[in-house]
């Protein structure tokens, strides 16, 4: 049981928009200073760094791929989807109170 | 360029221990936090541990405190996760990974070095 919480699986059709929801809580999300990243894994590669401080990309991440933060939720947009997103995506941040990192348990994109 | 290349990764026994190392260069390793995070085959990425740039302070899940311990060495640019009475739950691919000033880990990570405990 992942204290951030995603769904399994989301999908979406060439060209099209899809969002992926991560929900937390005040001790992690919640918190302002607790910044959210999104991260990207194609398989047996190592994850990727999407998003960092809620909605900044890293040089080199087209924009494509947005991320937003409110409350206890974050949410990671990506447009244009092509058959190259579909890869596993995960949240992550610090939780205060278990002064410990935490990830989302990861959403499968499949790009129909 | 960055770059986080870990070793020290192979079999053991139930209960054994094993010590991973992570090579950093291509940046000021002394001035930035590291981060382990382990991958279970098939399953998602679990955080394992943090560390300050000094090593002042080390954080770790419930999962693997009193038995896992990240240190640093900043002289030599490396990192590392002392495993102890390790589980076949510990099983994984361990990655290191920099910090990039948020308590999360950054751009960064390593290709990782797989840990399997089997007997």
């Known amino acids: 049981q992942s204290v951030l919480t995603q769904p399994p699986s989301v999908s979406a059709a060439p060209g099209q928009k899809v969002t992926i929801s991560c929900s937390g809580s005040s001790s992690n999300i919640g918190i302002g200073n607790n910044y959210v990243s999104w991260y990207q894994q194609l398989p047996g590669t190592a994850p990727k760094l999407l998003i960092y401080d809620n909605n900044k990309r890293p040089s080199g991440i087209p924009d494509r791929f947005s991320g937003s933060k409110s409350g206890t939720s974050a949410t990671l947009g990506i447009t244009g989807l092509q058959t190259g997103d579909e890869a596993d995506y995960y949240c992550g941040t610090w939780d205060s109170s278990l002064s410990a990192g935490v990830f989302g348990g990861g959403t499968k994109l499949t790009v129909l | 360029q960055v770059q986080l290349v870990e070793s020290g990764g192979g079999v053991v026994q139930p209960g054994g221990s094993l010590r991973l190392s992570c090579a950093a260069s291509g940046f000021s390793f002394s001035s930035y936090g590291m981060h382990w995070v382990r991958q279970a085959p098939g399953k998602g990425l679990d955080w394992v541990a943090f560390i300050r740039f000094d090593g002042s302070n080390q954080y770790y899940p419930d999962s693997v405190k009193g038995r896992f311990t990240i240190s640093r060495d900043n002289s030599k640019n490396t990192l590392y996760l002392q495993m102890n009475s390790l589980r076949a739950e510990d099983t994984a691919v361990y990655y290191c990974?920099?910090?990039?000033?948020?308590?999360?880990?950054?751009?960064?990570w390593g290709r990782g070095t797989l840990v399997t405990v089997s007997s």
């Open positions: 990974a920099k910090d990039d000033l948020n308590w999360t880990p950054g751009q960064y």
